[in-house]
């Protein structure tokens, strides 16, 4: 189970009533020095409370298929962590520009439907088995690309864009 604190500190002197205090983004004193340095304890969020609201995909409807592979691309590339960002796009580099309307719609469901990132990526390397209403052929594809067996360097995304020479 991951904790987090619920909130920012905000690093600059305010003086409340006469007393210098630093403050937390609500606006309570922190500490100052008639307290003796007294803080008091962080709120935390439970990452495993399933209370916390998480947007739900609204797929696209009537998208071009090109416009849908050029935002297919661009959010292979910015997923939040970096492991995903450097497998997704670089699949994504290889095989989207390729992929039927059906396969396109299938990588879409995949990278946009799981709330979490390492599912997708724990799923595409074996880690844990892939549930099935993600284990069809796109998912094949990226479980062959996670594999490497060209032993292809993969160390930074792809350019986004092809260079002229």
Known sequence: MFRIPALRFINRAVVVNGQAGRFIATGAPVCNSTDGG???????????????????????????LQLQKSRLLYQSRKRGM????LLLST???????????????????LINLPSNDWDIFYWA?????????????????????????DREQRFMQPDLYAKAN
């Open 38 to 64: 007294y803080r008091p304890p962080t709120p935390m969020i439970d990452l495993e409370d399933k209370s916390l609201p998480i947007p739900e995909y609204k797929q696209k409807k009537n998208e071009p």
């Open 125 to 149: 390397t074996g880690v844990k088995p892939t549930p099935k209403e993600y284990d069809n052929e796109v998912m094949n594809m990226l479980k062959n690309h996670v594999k490497n067996n």
């Open 82 to 85: 970096l492991e995903n960002g």
């Open 91 to 109: 699949f994504a580099a290889k095989y989207l520009a390729e992929m039927s309307p059906a396969q396109t719609k299938l990588y879409d469901q």
